[in-house]
């Protein structure tokens, strides 16, 4: 069993920046492309950035671009988010997620396999 556990949320400023972490356990961890998903009160998930399993290659959705960076340790099984500039309409559970599909780029919630509990993230103005 794939376990995925996110730390590092909390309250920023706009303008700001924090750096979330998740730690994923039971499998080979680069096995597995990364990606990070986001859900605001009343909003569908939300696609944010993936990584393949080197790490070499990154994905973002538009809105994030130039201001999110998503890297990986697979020494550590760790993938990172780090979010700088921040905005109040980053505010969201932040979920990291493992997919096994070959489509590492993949922004369908769908497409994979394995999620985190979620970690609150909220930006004040």
């Known amino acids: 069993q794939v376990q995925l556990v996110e730390s590092g949320g909390g309250l920023g400023q706009a303008g700001g920046s924090l750096r979330l972490s998740c730690a994923v356990s039971g499998r080979p961890f680069s096995s597995y492309a990364m990606g990070w998903f986001r859900q605001a009160p009343g909003k569908e998930r939300e696609f944010v950035a993936s990584i393949s399993w080197s790490g070499g290659s990154t994905y973002y959705v538009d809105s994030v671009k130039g201001r999110f960076t998503i890297s990986r340790d697979n020494a550590k099984n760790s993938a990172y988010l780090q979010m700088n500039s921040l905005k109040p309409e980053d505010t969201a559970v932040y979920y990291c997620?493992?997919?096994?599909?070959?489509?590492?780029?993949?922004?369908?919630?769908?497409?994979?396999?394995?999620w985190g509990q979620g970690t609150q993230v909220t930006v004040s103005s």
């Open positions: 997620a493992a997919t096994r599909s070959p489509r590492w780029r993949t922004a369908v919630v769908s497409e994979y396999d394995y």
